[in-house]
């Protein structure tokens, strides 16, 4: 979304600049529309719901939701990257296996966040409803 706000500004500034130069009207043209069509589809862009209630934990992305009894979760963890995604785990340290949200046949062992999504907004949550975090290896204290 803000991308398409900044291209769509500076579109405007192209423009304004000089708007008797042919190719300046056309180069703010089409940064306004490529503006406009990144912002359109930022706001059309399902936002998942985290929650906690009645007991169980819920993951909500449009038509997609994941139930799960919340005594059944026994930590969580985020992966890093450009779509950040949410994974949860038993009570024995195993990472959960969801159905892909497309509706393919594939399963996955995350729940996809939006880029947007801060990690410290979901580790805040998670803190505030009592899911510890999961270890980055689960043989780090362990001695052989």
Do not use: Q
């Amino acid at each position: 979304m803000w991308g398409g706000a900044a291209l769509t500004l500076l579109g405007v500034v192209t423009i304004a600049l000089s708007p008797a130069y042919w190719a300046n009207l056309i180069l703010g043209v089409l940064l306004i529309a490529v503006g406009c069509a990144l912002a359109w589809h930022g706001f059309r862009m399902d936002v998942p719901v985290l929650e906690v209630e009645d007991g169980e934990f819920r993951y909500m992305r449009g038509r997609y939701i994941v139930r799960i009894p919340f005594d059944e979760i026994g930590a969580y963890y985020v992966l890093p990257g450009r779509t950040r995604s949410l994974g949860l785990c038993d009570l024995t340290g195993r990472p959960r296996v969801f159905p892909s949200v497309e509706g393919r046949r594939a399963s996955r062992p995350y729940l996809p966040l939006t880029g947007m999504t801060s990690p410290s907004k979901i580790e805040a949550f998670m803190l505030a409803v009592g899911i510890p975090p999961r270890e980055r290896s689960l043989t780090a204290g362990s001695s052989n």
